[in-house]
């Protein structure tokens, strides 16, 4: 059973930055997906950003291009999203998730994924 946990949440002035990881374990294959969404209290659930392992290949949504960056360490089976220039409106619980296929072109379903972590909550004050 694929099991991940996020981390690196907290409060952060707006400007500030952040760093989320997504530590993965119990997968079988090394061909897989990982996606962030992030759910803000009275908002769906929507798509952040997505890294793909068989080819490489990276998205993000638009309200957060240019801002963060999504990298994976595979020596540690973790993927990080690390955020820069944080607003006010970046505030949400943050969530990773796992499934077993190929690129982002449908990071943003959330539909498309098998496992999800336990969120990590971003607050950016002001």
């Known amino acids: 059973e694929v099991q991940l946990v996020e981390s690196g949440g907290g409060l952060v002035q707006a400007g500030g930055s952040l760093r989320l990881s997504c530590a993965i374990s119990g997968f079988t294959f090394d061909e897989y997906t990982i996606g962030w969404f992030r759910q803000a209290p009275g908002k769906e659930r929507e798509g952040v950003s997505c890294?793909?392992?068989?080819?490489?290949?990276?998205a993000y949504a638009d309200s957060v291009k240019g801002r963060f960056t999504i990298s994976k360490d595979n020596a540690k089976d973790t993927v990080y999203l690390q955020m820069n220039s944080l607003k006010p409106e970046d505030t949400a619980i943050y969530y990773c998730a796992f499934t077993y296929g190929v690129g982002c072109t449908f990071y943003g379903v959330s539909s498309y994924y098998n496992s999800w972590g336990q969120g990590t909550q971003v607050t950016v004050s002001s």
């Open positions: 890294i793909s392992t068989e080819d490489g290949s990276t």
